[in-house]
């Protein structure tokens, strides 16, 4: 037998998330740089690392929920929100915008190959991050920006592609 138990609080708790959506996905804080000329066939992932380290660093220990977005400059478009412990959010993002050594693999639900494919677009990118308390929120707010949102890039994680 299974018993139901009802959290009286949610309507504070999705209070909560959509004041963390209203700043976190309007427009990207930071936005990454790659050299001239990347493309899908040249990809200088410690060049693109020397133009970014800075920024990355800067966001360790930063955040435990970010937002990614590809524009143009004036106009941005909001493309998948992710969770992140804080410790490791400047190596997840590493992952997103520059992508594994070339002896890795991409971890799973790695948005690397849609940002790659912006940057030869010559797209923009960019990406803010906030940091949610207490750190277990972050997958309440994550979960619940995904459902009211709706980012492209999440749509396609849980469409399996």
Not at 13 to 33: I, M
């Amino acid at each position: 037998m299974s018993h139901r138990f009802d959290c009286e609080v949610v309507g504070e708790l999705d209070k909560f998330a959509g004041r963390v959506a209203a700043w976190l996905c309007k427009a990207p804080c930071y936005e990454v740089s790659y050299p001239d000329g990347c493309n899908s066939e040249n990809w200088p992932v410690d060049e693109i690392w020397k133009l970014n380290q800075e920024t990355f660093s800067r966001v360790r220990n930063c955040g435990n929920v970010y937002a990614i977005f590809v524009g143009n400059g004036a106009t941005w478009s909001f493309r998948y929100i992710g969770k992140s412990k804080p410790e490791s959010l400047g190596g997840r993002l590493r992952q997103h915008f520059i992508g594994p050594q070339p002896e890795a693999k991409c971890p799973p639900h790695s948005k690397h190959v849609e940002i790659k494919q912006a940057v030869c677009e010559r797209q923009l990118v960019g990406f803010s991050c906030v940091d949610v308390r207490p750190g277990e929120l972050n997958v309440y707010v994550e979960a619940w920006i995904q459902r009211t949102r709706k980012p492209e890039w999440n749509e396609r994680d849980e469409a399996g592609g």
